[in-house]
């Protein structure tokens, strides 16, 4: 079935440090990819997403490619703040039948120190 | 922000009894799903709705019963909770099942 795997965790970097969180999947077909952040005390928001290969998603400076050769979706920001303290999570939709779902992995908390 | 509200946020309860979490939506979406969030597993569906009265099992679905009867609730119920059930659950929508999920804030729950 299909699956997520991302890097082990949990991630502390220095404020303007450069992230990447690896992300890889296992899926029959074409899925969409997505990253999740929560923060803490909430629910997951929709950080961005790729529905294609090679394409790319971004938002409030974070960014990954959609990779089929290599099905990996790393997330990638140039310049962490203390604020993108959270969990974040890859998941990917599945195409097969009429109703998609989503598959999580498990998450990684990442801590920014001023 | 998706209108997403769960009820109850916090609850505790023993072994044995019933137990009901609510979901409860506004943006007037088709799908409606129950995961939970445990540590060192990301979230897992429970149960999924395509609509009302329309549902089916997710990956980990035994000991939970669901029920849709109006497009904004999706009610989930534990039978009788076990420890085991201890988690924070959160409730999500989509317009349809290839479309972005809005997760609502959760409810955790605690099984004594």
């Known amino acids: 079935g299909d699956s997520v795997t991302q890097m082990e965790g949990p991630v502390t970097l220095s404020e303007e440090a450069f992230l990447t969180i690896n992300c890889t999947y296992t899926?029959?077909?074409?899925?969409?990819l997505f990253w999740y952040v929560q923060y803490p005390g909430e629910g997951l928001q929709l950080l961005l997403k790729?529905?294609?290969?090679?394409d790319k998603g971004s938002n409030k400076g974070f960014e990954a490619t959609y990779r089929k050769e290599t099905t990996s979706f790393h997330l990638e920001k140039g310049s962490v703040q203390v604020s993108d303290s959270a969990v974040y999570f890859c998941?990917?939709?599945?195409?097969?039948?009429?109703?998609?779902?989503?598959?999580f992995g498990k998450g990684i908390t990442l801590s920014v120190r001023p | 922000d998706a209108g997403i509200t769960q009820s109850p946020r916090h609850k505790v309860t023993e072994t044995g009894t019933p137990v009901t979490l609510r979901c409860h939506q506004t943006?007037?979406?088709?799908?409606m799903y129950w995961y939970r969030q445990d540590p060192g597993h990301g979230l897992r569906l429970i149960h999924y709705?395509?609509?009302?009265?329309?549902?089916d099992k997710g990956e980990v679905s035994d000991g939970y019963s669901v029920s849709r009867s109006k497009t904004e609730d999706f009610l989930l119920t534990l039978e009788s909770a076990t420890s085991s059930q201890t988690s924070v659950y959160f409730c999500?929508?989509?317009?349809?099942?290839?479309?972005?999920?809005?997760f609502g804030p959760g409810t955790r729950l605690l099984v004594l």
């Open positions: 999500a929508i989509s317009q349809t099942s290839r479309e972005t999920q809005y």
């Open positions: 899926a029959t077909g074409y899925p969409s």
């Open positions: 790729a529905t294609k290969a090679d």
């Open positions: 998941a990917l939709s599945d195409l097969n039948g009429a109703n998609s779902k989503l598959t």
């Open positions: 943006e007037n979406h088709r799908y």
């Open positions: 709705s395509y609509g009302v009265k329309d549902t």
